[in-house]
C-alpha cells in the first residue's frame, strides 16, 4: 500500500455502498429503530451516482460531505424525508439532477426542502454584512416554510467548518 493511501484513506477507491451507508443508517436506527430505510438508500445511491468523480478542495470524494451532513441530520433525531433531503442537498445545485427527477423519485417534500437549501445559497452579494443580513433573512423565510431546510443547512454549515 502507498503511503498516500495510508495517510489518506480516502484516496483509495470509494468503499462499497453499504460500508459507506452503514454509519449513517446506523445513527438514524438510533432514533426510529422501526422506520424504513428505502428511502435513505435511495438517496444516497442518486447522489453517490450524480457526485461520482468529484472530489472536494480536501482531496477526498465529494459524497462523504452529503453523508456527513445527513449524518448530522439524523443524530439530530429528524425523519427519513430529511435525511435523504440531506443526502441530496447538493445534487441539484452542483449536477445535472433536476427537481423534477427528485420530485419524482422521492416525492414533493424531498424536492421542496432541496430547493429551499439550494434557494439559501444562490444569492450573490458585494459586501460581506449584507450577505450576512440576507443569509439571517432567507434563513427565516424557509424556518416560516419548513424548518428541516434551516436545520440541513446548519448541518451542511457545520460540516463544512470542521
Same mark, same amino acid.
Given at each position: 500500500?502507498?503511503?498516500? +493511501? ?7 477507491? +470509494? ?111 458585494? +459586501? ?6 440576507? +443569509? ?27
Amino acid at each position: 500500500m502507498s503511503t498516500v +493511501s495510508r495517510v489518506l484513506p480516502w484516496r483509495r477507491q +470509494s468503499a462499497p455502498a453499504s460500508v459507506e451507508l452503514a454509519p449513517l443508517i446506523a445513527t438514524f436506527r438510533e432514533h426510529h429503530p422501526k422506520t424504513s430505510t428505502v428511502l435513505i438508500a435511495q438517496a444516497y445511491e442518486l447522489a453517490a451516482a450524480a457526485h461520482e468523480g468529484q472530489h472536494r478542495k480536501s482531496g477526498e470524494p465529494y459524497i462523504h460531505h452529503p453523508l456527513a451532513v445527513a449524518r448530522i441530520v439524523a443524530d439530530f433525531g429528524l425523519d427519513d424525508v430529511t435525511v435523504a433531503s440531506a443526502l441530496l442537498h447538493d445534487s441539484v445545485e452542483d449536477t445535472g439532477v433536476t427537481l423534477e427527477e427528485v420530485a419524482e423519485r422521492f416525492g414533493e417534500d424531498v424536492a421542496a426542502i432541496v430547493d429551499g437549501v439550494t434557494k439559501l445559497d444562490r444569492v450573490q452579494f458585494d +459586501s460581506k454584512a449584507a450577505q450576512q443580513a440576507a +443569509s439571517m433573512r432567507k434563513m427565516l423565510v424557509a424556518m416560516a416554510k419548513d424548518l428541516r431546510v434551516l436545520m440541513i443547512k446548519l448541518a451542511d454549515r457545520l460540516h463544512n467548518m470542521r
